[in-house]
């Protein structure tokens, strides 16, 4: 099955703060698409550089065609030993990579789940976890059909509605739910990381404490082989 | 509307022969109209069985000539007219209140130590009997306790100089007396000239002097105490005697009072903000206060829940907000059916409900006007908690869960609690900003531009780029219009919108098809 695959992703940074500490990266070669979502955490200069550092690393990695599982266990690895889970001085990341082939590999340290809708319904995605140096990453994989649409968001928008009266905010079933009710057939991959940038922002009040992002593919199909 | 309020006015230390002439007023004034309302209470109950709505014009008409004489044994001659009113007012309330709730007992203006012995040995009777439960028994019992011997407060109907009651001024001392004709002719008292030094004139056009001729009196005439506001409010009735309307005469713990009903003056203040008020998830009322432009003020729950709303009142509360802010107040129509408010079961109980909302609409038609602001707009409630504040989608999709709102076409969330506020406050924005639409067809001879609400139609020629003639028709058409009367509200409004846009061009969406 040849699938045709569109991304986007966007940020909107901590209220303040002209540069955004989250970093994204695409990266499109022959075999597919493949995309780092890094999560700075805390902030500060320090999760900045290191996003920055674990972005350069895949599009480096995988411009020499190394695997995303190897990708993921050497951002991993290279993260300074020392900071606490939760703080500054560690990052998080979402790497996923979609081939034309169908086959789709999301690897995760540290960040939320990544949604994962099938003709707009919210399915599950199953995940194995192994240990690098003392760190525990979630892998999946998963064969694409027709109109899959996948979106994964930074540590940093499950905290946008801390302020509102909101028994549960703004979580991750939440979000899910809300893209399951946004999910139209003509939806290009744009259309969600929009809503979910805004929806993050207008529940912030336009004061997002942390920095939002988010990062979704769009799988449609051109042939079966 | 006219906006009346209450002046409370003491009468200030009245002498012995003054207080046991307003006490006899007050007790056959009681008499009288207690003596009304059981010569008629076959004549009412029947009345009660009938459908149709009974008006008070009804049961005046229903008042014979030989009961109107009878009456005049009860000495009330000075305000007959006026108990003649009050029983009317009295029954047709009664049977209002007994169409919705039919275990309304028959109302007991005033109970003399005889009626009061009869009514409680009935009411035992009926208990002894089991025609009524232990409840009912209490309820009656307490009810016939506190009504023995209370005097019903005499009612003046209009405010008149030689009948009923009227306001005099002592313009050298700065002090105001009320003149109350308690007696009839048979009863009048011998009044002398007046050695006290007082000058006084009455509160009426021109300020005539009183007369203080020596001669028999029907009246009395009492020094009246009060405060500033009061105070405040009597010197504007100075300036225009026609404020005041009919007042009371009540005795309350030994004093006696007068209860003058005042129109207000109604200065209309020009609203810059507006203030939905909508109903609130987790009970009471929740409000938004917007600018012109659009931008959130201030977004608050007034009352925690329903029987935290039912003391005072919340309409005050709305009231003073939106004077504070001079907030154009706008609510949802029809008491907010249809809004699709998402209430959680737990909060059922504590939610507004759409009789509630319609009671606290009725009176800030009439407590906004007093404070200086426009009455509230109503706008229709219709998906109000699922339509986006900020792009107008309205779907069912919106909702994430029952306390989370979250657009599915621009993305705004928020709480649902804030939403329906929200969207009130926005809305008149929106319909200001609202374009008409003109659909734009074409025909084989060209292109046809019509509206169906405004009954337009106007036909341009083919291959035709500008719609400059088609504007032109429009205005024609709308100046014709502003001669004839428009019935349809939907018309007008569409007209309305029209007439009043400085440029047309900008107020039109043409609709191509």
């Not at chain 1, 259309?191 to 920095?211: F, I, M, Q, T, W």
């Not at chain 2, 929106?430 to 374009?435: A, P, R, T, V």
């Not at chain 2, 032109?472 to 939907?490: A, N, Q, V």
Request: glycine share 8%; net charge positive; hydrophobic share 35%.
């Amino acid at each position: 099955m040849d699938i045709s695959i569109e991304t986007y992703s966007d940020s909107v940074p901590k209220y303040h703060e002209g540069l955004c500490d989250d970093q994204i990266r695409i990266v499109r070669d022959e075999s597919g698409v493949a995309a780092i979502l890094a999560d700075g955490r805390n902030g500060g200069a320090r999760a900045s550089l290191l996003t920055s550092f674990a972005a350069k690393m895949m599009v480096a990695m995988r411009g020499s065609g190394a695997s995303i599982d190897r990708v993921a266990d050497m951002i991993a690895e290279s993260q300074p030993s020392g900071g606490k889970k939760g703080k500054a001085g560690n990052i998080a990341f979402t790497l996923i990579l979609a081939l034309f082939d169908g086959t789709i590999r999301v690897e995760q340290f540290e960040t939320p789940d990544v949604i994962l809708l099938r003709r707009g319904r919210p399915v599950e995605l199953q995940t194995t976890q192994r240990a690098v140096q003392g760190r525990t990453i979630r892998s999946g994989k998963i064969t694409a059909k027709k109109a899959d649409m996948i979106v994964a968001v930074g540590n940093g928008m499950l905290t946008a509605g801390k302020n509102r009266k909101l028994k549960d905010g703004w979580n991750l079933k939440n979000i899910e739910t809300y893209m399951a009710n946004a999910y139209d057939s003509r939806m290009s991959a744009e259309d969600p990381v929009r809503l979910l940038l805004a929806a993050g922002s207008s529940l912030s009040s336009g004061k997002p404490a942390s920095d939002l992002s988010a990062l979704a593919f769009r799988i449609s199909c051109l042939r079966a082989t | 509307m006219m906006i009346f309020k209450t002046l409370m006015l003491q009468l200030y230390k009245p002498g012995k022969q003054k207080r046991d002439l307003m006490d006899t007023a007050l007790l056959r004034y009681s008499q009288a109209l207690q003596f009304l309302m059981d010569t008629y209470r076959n004549e009412i109950i029947e009345l009660s069985k009938s459908e149709t709505d009974i008006t008070q014009h009804l049961i005046l008409k229903m008042i014979d000539r030989e009961t109107a004489k009878s009456l005049n044994r009860f000495d009330i001659q000075p305000f007959k007219d006026s108990l003649l009113l009050e029983f009317s007012a009295v029954a047709a309330s009664y049977l209002a209140r007994r169409q919705n709730h039919p275990q309304t007992g028959y109302p007991l203006p005033f109970l003399d130590a005889q009626s009061y012995s009869r009514a409680m040995s009935d009411c035992v009777a009926q208990f002894d009997s089991g025609e009524i439960g232990p409840q009912r028994f209490q309820h009656r019992s307490f009810k016939l306790v506190d009504k023995a011997g209370k005097l019903r407060s005499v009612y003046f109907g209009r405010y008149a100089m030689n009948r009923d009651y009227c306001l005099l001024y002592d313009e050298f001392k700065d002090r105001f007396y009320a003149k109350l004709y308690l007696m009839n002719r048979a009863n009048s008292i011998p009044g002398g000239y007046c050695a006290s030094g007082l000058s006084l004139k009455y509160v009426w056009d021109g300020m005539p002097f009183m007369s203080n001729l020596p001669g028999q009196r029907r009246y009395i005439v009492v020094p009246l105490a009060f405060g500033k506001e009061q105070y405040a409010d009597l010197k504007e009735a100075l300036k225009n005697p026609r404020l005041l309307h009919s007042s009371r005469l009540v005795k309350k713990d030994r004093q006696y009072y007068l209860m003058v009903n005042i129109e207000c003056r109604q200065i209309t203040r020009e609203a810059v903000t507006t203030m939905g008020v909508a109903r609130g998830v987790h009970g009471g009322l929740s409000y938004t206060i917007c600018d012109k432009g659009g931008g959130v003020r201030e977004r608050k729950r007034i009352s925690a829940c329903r029987k935290q709303s039912n003391s005072p009142d919340l309409s005050n509360t709305i009231a003073e907000i939106a004077a504070k802010n001079r907030a154009q107040v706008v609510l949802e129509a029809n008491g907010g059916k249809n809004d699709r408010m998402p209430v959680p079961a737990q909060n059922r109980e504590l939610c507004f409900s759409v009789r509630d909302y319609l009671l606290l609409a009725q009176k800030l038609k009439y407590k906004l006007p007093g404070k200086g602001l426009p009455p509230p707009v109503e706008v229709s409630s219709n998906g109000l908690f699922l339509t986006c504040p900020r792009c107008g989608t309205r779907t069912q999709r919106n909702r994430v869960t029952e306390e989370l709102f979250a657009c599915i076409h621009c993305g705004y969330a928020a709480e649902f609690e804030t939403v329906g506020s929200e969207n009130l406050a926005k809305r008149l924005d929106k319909y200001h900003s609202d374009k008409v639409p003109i659909t734009v067809s074409k025909k084989e001879d060209g292109f046809l531009c019509c509206n169906k609400i405004l009954g337009f139609r106007c036909e341009l020629p083919p291959d035709t780029t500008d719609y400059t003639p088609m504007f032109e028709e429009l205005g024609r058409f709308i100046g014709r219009m502003r001669e004839t009367y428009i019935d349809d509200s939907k018309r007008y409004a569409v007209w309305k919108k029209l007439a009043q846009a400085p440029d047309l061009r900008k107020s039109v969406h043409l609709l191509l098809r």
